[in-house]
């Protein structure tokens, strides 16, 4: 039991330190990458008049596999790339790797913020995109007192 303390003791620690140790420019540059790549995809998604992400996963199966798709195509590389740089900067610093702790991090720099982050931009933009499709950029033209519109008072009657 003294073990698995120590252990948990050694790691929470060692996570702790990936902020101020060196290669920490890793912790922002990849939820970066990966801020910008959700942004894109949810901005997709609202063009495309797709459901929200994680609604669209749950509620919709036809679009679930090119949802499912897109995110792995999105999260994969830059969770490869998070979890080589961990690996570089744990065998650099502790001349170990260890496999759970670069898992976490892998999770909490890549995968985290690309799943909070397309499903409320593509909500947010979902409205803009269908303004557009409308014919007249849904606005609502004004009227004269009489009720017509100003170019089709001079007209008709």
């Known amino acids: 039991m003294n073990a698995i303390l120590q252990m948990l003791s050694r790691g929470v620690e060692q996570l ?7 290669l920490h420019l890793r912790l922002v540059t990849t939820p970066a990458v ?23 996963i749950l509620t919709h199966p036809t679009e679930r596999p ?8 999105d999260i994969g590389k830059a969770s490869i ?21 670069a898992l976490i991090v ?3 720099c890549a995968i985290l913020p690309y799943l909070l982050i397309r499903g409320p ?10 303004k557009q499709a409308e014919p007249d950029g849904g606005s609502v ?4 007192s009489a ?10 009657s």
Do not use: C, N
């Open 66 to 73: 090119q949802l499912l798709r897109s995110a792995l195509k």
């Open 34 to 56: 990966v801020i910008f790549l959700a942004v894109r995809a949810g901005l997709r998604d609202a063009r495309e008049g797709k459901s929200m992400f994680f609604w669209g």
């Open 121 to 130: 931009i593509s909500v947010l933009t979902h409205g803009l995109y269908r």
């Open 147 to 156: 009720g017509q519109r100003p170019d089709a008072a001079g007209q008709g």
């Open 141 to 144: 033209a004004p009227t004269t």
């Open 16 to 22: 702790l330190g990936r902020a101020s140790g060196p």
């Open 81 to 101: 790339v998070a979890l080589v740089l961990d690996a570089v900067y744990q065998v650099w610093l502790f001349r170990a790797f260890y496999i759970v702790q």
């Open 106 to 108: 892998v999770v909490v």
